[in-house]
C-alpha cells in the first residue's frame, strides 16, 4: 500500500504524514490498517473539519471511504497546524458520529 510521506489539505496547506503515526495507527485503530492510502484524500476533500481547542488540533471527518464492517463510519484524520500553518498528522481513525464539544470551521455545502 502506497501512504504518502505529505499530503495537502483543502486549503492547500501541507500536511507531514510521520511514520512513527502510521506505526501508531496499525497499532492502536488496526481496523484502519486498509485504509491508510485514504489520509490524503480525506484531507483534500472533508466532508466538514471541526477544530478542538483542548488540544490544538483539526479533525478532518469524510463519510464513504471506509469498507467492510466500518464502512458506515467516518474516516477521521487528526492534524495539528504550526505557526506556520504546516500540519503534522496525528492519528486517524473511525466514527460513527462526530465528537461533541469542537468548532465546526468547514463543511461542504448542503450539511
Same mark, same amino acid.
Request: glycine fraction near 4%; charge should be positive.
Given at each position: ?16 504524514? &510521520?511514520?512513527? %503515526?502510521?506505526?501508531?495507527? $496499525? @497499532? ?17 476533500? &472533508?466532508?466538514? %473539519?471541526?477544530?478542538?481547542? $483542548? @488540544? ?21 484524520v487528526i492534524v495539528q497546524y504550526n505557526r506556520d500553518d504546516e500540519g503534522l498528522l496525528k492519528t486517524a481513525y473511525s466514527t460513527g458520529r462526530p465528537a461533541y464539544g469542537d468548532s465546526l470551521v ?6
Open positions: 500500500m502506497n501512504i504518502p510521506n505529505t499530503c495537502t489539505d483543502y486549503r492547500s496547506r501541507q500536511v507531514t504524514v &510521520p511514520q512513527e %503515526v502510521i506505526e501508531h495507527i $496499525r @497499532t492502536r485503530h488496526p481496523e484502519m490498517e486498509p485504509h491508510l492510502g485514504k489520509l490524503c484524500e480525506v484531507l483534500r476533500n &472533508p466532508d466538514f %473539519v471541526y477544530f478542538r481547542e $483542548r @488540544t490544538n488540533s483539526y479533525l478532518f471527518y469524510k463519510l464513504r471511504v471506509l469498507s467492510g464492517r466500518i464502512a458506515n463510519n467516518y474516516m477521521v468547514y463543511a461542504t455545502r448542503g450539511r
